[in-house]
Nanobody, 119 residues
Framework: QVHLVESGGGLVQAGGSLRLSCAAS????????MGWYRQAPGKQRELVAA???????NYADSVKGRFTISRDNAKNTVNLQMNSLNPEDTAVYYC?????????????WGQGTQVTVSS
């Protein structure tokens, strides 16, 4: 089992910055992808950014150039630096870990952290 704990959400004015952090504990995978998803009211959950265990990154078009994802494999943490925030970034942000082992995929979610951007 894997336990994900997020921190760093909050209220910020448009143009401001926030940094989200997620710490994973439990089973360690030699190959995994850690990422951040978000879900705004009335909308589907969407990928924001992801980073693989070997450092490959993927970003949603809407956050490219504004958000930066990073990870510390030794500490099993993933961070999301969010700059130039706008009200459309308001959502609950969820940490996600997808682990791969023996041709199986294991998917874990954090409890979510609220990010609210005021105009």
């Amino acid at each position: 089992q894997v336990h994900l704990v997020e921190s760093g959400g909050g209220l910020v004015q448009a143009g401001g910055s926030l940094r989200l952090s997620c710490a994973a504990s439990g089973i360690r995978f030699s190959i995994d992808v850690m990422g951040w998803y978000r879900q705004a009211p009335g909308k589907q959950r969407e990928l924001v950014a992801a980073i693989s265990s070997d450092g490959l990154t993927n970003y949603a078009d809407s956050v490219k150039g504004r958000f930066t994802i990073s990870r510390d494999n030794a500490k099993n943490t993933v961070n999301l630096q969010m700059n130039s925030l706008n009200p459309e970034d308001t959502a609950v942000y969820y940490c996600n870990l997808q682990g791969y082992r023996l041709a199986s995929t294991f998917n874990y979610w954090g409890q979510g952290t609220q990010v609210t951007v005021s105009s």
